[in-house]
DNA sequence: CGGCCGATTGAAGACCCTCAAGTCGCGTGG
DNA sequence: CCACGCGACTTGAGGGTCTTCAATCGGCCG
């Protein structure tokens, strides 16, 4: 099992299903022959643990597949996640020796580890590859951000609601890089694009977090995430095909429910 | 005003207050050079914007002295405060062209200014500054991150714990830096310093938001933040002088009342 | 003094949580 | 084939926490 992932894998950066969204995406080929030499792959089972928070890591690592989550717990177990980590996504913090938080594996993963000692010193060495390296940073510091207003402004459906538009959002950008049964478990697209002002942005996916993940994204518990998840399907704003597969009839729709602007919240530069 | 608090900033980064704690931390002298070449000083008065969201931002700073905060903002009005910003803390984001947030100044603010082209290409150019901007923002991603557990998973009282908590400890250490009347609007210790577990860490300091602020930070109303900040001042966790200035007693009570653990969970996890 | 802003306090109710059944899908084994 | 068990999910009823709306207090400044 472990093995047949390793093998889907390319070993060959070039070929590499996230060359141009990971940290590596900005490297010429000789940077990237030199991150070969520290690189190796991990595979994992849902369900299992990469690090627990507190541990030592010894690797950075890139999500090459699947999907994982990063949660915080309190000692009498209250959980928040923290971030959820889809492919090109970067794992690990670089000048520091222990974990912060526990990552899991929510779908078979794998990750393109790095050795810590050796990436640190191509951060320095390696222009692009800093650059690269704040630069994810900074993003993940922004979307960060958009959820502390998620969790400490909206309500239990606004919540769903966002949630459901961020994952759709981001599956469809990860599936329009690649064919699009490679890779991440089950993500796909049907219908159109997801651009495209004039079209309704009909799309679907599989959602890999259970009704409690979702609970320990939003801030909520399983219980009312199940019933606002109805309460959106018998409105209309999305169909469940299964537990997990989600269609989105009409993604601007959707994006309303979530309390944002249409445009979906990101970059405005009017003004 | 505005030219005297200019006066009261050095402008030599040698002497600066900040000097070991912003992003120029980690720079040589020939460094410092390059910065201040590129630098000047802007303050503003409490209650000012430094810029809207959405705005064009030419620049990006330090904060040298003062509060500011980064607020989010829906289309209804409901507000998310999403950073605090204390001396030393950064401001803005190379590489992209217009602010995220509003930053508002909620004290007496002094900010060093780089303007936004240059320093991207020192970011590039100089590998202390480069390195060290990475550092603070994993820093304050991992900061942010411990607020998404706050704002999800805590309940009213422990949230205003966790903010005083936070924000003494802030103060203490950047007290610790400099003469005691220096710099922040008020900051300062009585009693020993925060650090010494024998000690019963009294520590005391102006807390500079309004309780909309806090609201605004915790994700409540500010009728609730009201009520539980007199239950932790009857219950003895704090004491208050006048409506800002709060004194802790005891630090570690006052982090068990956060639901963190008592060695604060914000364990130094340097190498 | 009067006006204003921030903070406090009170009462009623909404929203979400807690506890508890009950359902659905699925693989196992009699 | 169907009973059984298991985990994930759904649905229901009741209660608690926090919000909402409103009145009051207190300090500061003209």
């Not at 089950?186 to 599989?206: T, V, Y």
Request: proline residues 4%; hydrophobic residues 40%.
């Amino acid at each position: 099992m472990s093995l047949e992932k390793f093998r889907l894998t390319s070993q060959n950066c070039c070929d590499c299903q996230i060359r141009y969204r990971a940290v590596c995406a900005h490297c010429e080929n000789d940077e990237l022959a030199q991150l070969e030499n520290i690189k190796f792959y991990r595979s994992f089972e849902p369900g299992q643990t990469v690090v627990w928070a507190g541990d030592r890591m010894d690797f950075v690592a890139s999500v090459v597949s699947g999907v994982a989550t990063l949660n915080q717990t309190m000692e009498d177990g209250r959980r928040q996640m923290v971030g959820l980590l889809l492919p090109s996504d970067f794992v690990g913090r670089p000048g520091r020796l222990t974990a912060t938080h526990d990552v899991t594996a929510v779908t078979d993963l794998v990750l393109c580890c790095f050795r810590k000692a050796p990436f640190e010193r191509l951060i320095r060495d390696v222009p692009h590859l800093g650059s690269r390296l704040l630069e994810m940073t900074l993003d993940e510091l922004d979307a960060s951000r958009q959820w502390m207003l998620v969790l400490g402004r909206k309500a239990a459906r606004e919540k769903i609601a966002s949630l459901l538009a961020i994952v759709a959002q981001r599956m469809a950008a990860l599936a329009g890089d690649r064919t699009p049964d490679a890779g991440m478990a089950g993500a796909g697209m049907a219908g159109g694009p997801a651009s495209g002002p004039a079209e309704p942005g009909l799309l679907s996916f599989d959602l890999p977090l259970t009704r409690e993940a979702m609970a320990d994204y939003l801030g909520l518990t399983l219980e009312t995430v199940s019933r606002q998840m109805t309460a959106l399907k018998t409105d209309g704003l999305i169909r469940l095909e299964g537990a997990r597969r989600i269609v989105i009839p009409d993604l601007p729709r959707l994006v309303r429910a979530a309390g944002d602007d249409a445009d979906g919240g990101m970059v405005d530069q009017t003004r």
